[in-house]
């Protein structure tokens, strides 16, 4: 099974910050790889897909990068609608598996 | 617009089992396969299991094997879940989700207690 180990597991941040979330994969995984973010008590949100692809509706703050087995999720200047958790989800091969999640909290 | 509505919240006793509905609209439902994943109370999510809309064909988690059954019914664009055998570590929200997870179910709880 591919593991994907996120990092790092939480951070504080301001608004307006640079924010950067990594994601690597135990295995090389092209680029099918997803960001999600989940705010409490809500179904998670699909931000970008294939790795570096922005979803429709997305602020164009979030963008994401990589391939093969490091992947990094950029917010480029943290908003307060913003703070979250966010996880990467691979779907190479089956068992798709999720990173273990980055909460952004408010410094 | 694209929509995954889910059936309500159950309270089950160990050993029980509970199937979750997944009822899709706003898209062609043999199109896309539909995903289960669960979120345990604080915890993170755990992919459960596809299956595809298409032929029925499934893929479950290792975990979950002899436990779990995805099925669909096209008729009606609804995509089920059931797990048998439930435990306390069953307790969790279950939520579905279009394809590669790019529309989400609104998420079921599930409590098993005794």
């Known amino acids: 099974d591919i593991q994907m180990t996120q990092s790092p597991s939480s951070l504080s941040a301001s608004v307006g910050d640079r924010v950067t979330i990594t994601c690597r994969a135990s295995?090389?995984?092209?680029?099918?790889l997803g960001w999600y973010q989940q705010k409490p008590g809500k179904a998670p949100k699909r931000l970008i897909y294939?790795?570096?692809s922005l979803q429709s509706g997305v602020p164009s703050r979030f963008s994401g990068s990589g391939s093969g087995t490091e992947f990094t999720l950029i917010i480029s200047s943290l908003q307060p609608e913003d703070f979250a958790t966010y996880y990467c989800?691979?779907?190479?091969?089956?068992?798709?598996?999720f990173g273990q999640g980055t909460k952004v909290e408010i410094k | 617009q694209v929509q995954l509505v889910q059936s309500g919240g159950e309270v089950k006793k160990p050993g029980a089992s509970v199937k979750v509905s997944c009822k899709t609209s706003?898209?062609?439902?043999?199109?896309?396969?539909v995903s289960w994943v669960r979120q345990a109370p604080g915890q993170g999510l755990e992919w459960m299991g596809w299956?595809?809309?298409?032929?029925?064909?499934?893929k479950y988690a290792q975990k979950l094997q002899g436990r779990v059954t995805m099925t669909t019914d096209t008729s009606t664009s609804t995509a089920y879940m059931e797990l048998r055998s439930l435990t306390s570590d069953d307790t969790a929200v279950y939520y579905c989700?279009?394809?590669?997870?790019?529309?989400w179910g609104q998420g079921t709880l599930v409590t098993v207690s005794s």
């Open positions: 989700g279009r394809g590669v997870l790019d529309y």
């Open positions: 706003g898209y062609t439902f043999t199109s896309y396969g």
């Open positions: 299956i595809s809309t298409y032929n029925g064909n499934t």
């Open positions: 295995q090389d995984i092209r680029n099918d």
């Open positions: 294939a790795a570096s």
């Open positions: 989800l691979h779907h190479s091969t089956y068992p798709w598996t």
